[in-house]
């Protein structure tokens, strides 16, 4: 029996939200990428945690980020391994650098996955899931 919640229509896996995540996930599902920041040293940091993992400080705000990025690094899946992803293969694993220096682990949407490069830059892209969860994505950037 897995713990991991899913979506009973598709049988996609869905996030496991943790109260202490509460505001990342009400960010985004108003589509705003909000992440801890530190009123010390003024770093960001992710995954979610109580302190500031450079100064140890738990003085921190959520903050909105520019949903600006560039790829990081990516694979590319060609097997769905849940039918959920039957039709969606091949597609784009990567971890975006977003300009507030920390890698988020998303989709890269917009492109063959053949044109995707590590540098590209990228700006976020919302995908809503369900009542409770929408999906940060990104897509090249436009503007
Ligand atoms: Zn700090």
């Known amino acids: 029996m897995s713990l991991t ?5 598709t049988g996609r896996y869905l996030p496991i939200i943790f109260p202490e995540e509460l505001p990342f996930w009400q ?4 589509h705003k990428l909000v992440l801890q920041k530190c009123r010390s040293c003024e770093r960001v940091w992710y995954p979610v945690g109580p302190t500031c993992p450079f100064c140890l400080s738990n003085d921190f705000a959520w ?10 690094n990516f694979v590319v899946y060609h097997k769905p391994w849940i039918p959920y992803y039957k039709d969606k293969v091949p597609y784009v694993l990567a971890q975006v650098e977003i300009e507030e220096g920390v890698r988020l682990t998303t989709n890269i ?10 540098g ?4 976020a892209v ?11 994505q990104f897509q090249p950037r436009k503007g």
């Open 5 to 9: 919640p899913r979506d009973e229509k």
């Open 63 to 72: 903050t909105e980020m520019s949903g600006r990025g560039v790829v990081h």
């Open 126 to 136: 919302w995908e809503d899931v369900t009542d409770e969860v929408s999906l940060i």
């Open 27 to 30: 960010a985004a599902k108003k």
């Open 109 to 118: 949407w917009g492109l063959p996955p053949s044109e995707v490069k590590i």
């Open 120 to 123: 590209l830059e990228v700006e």
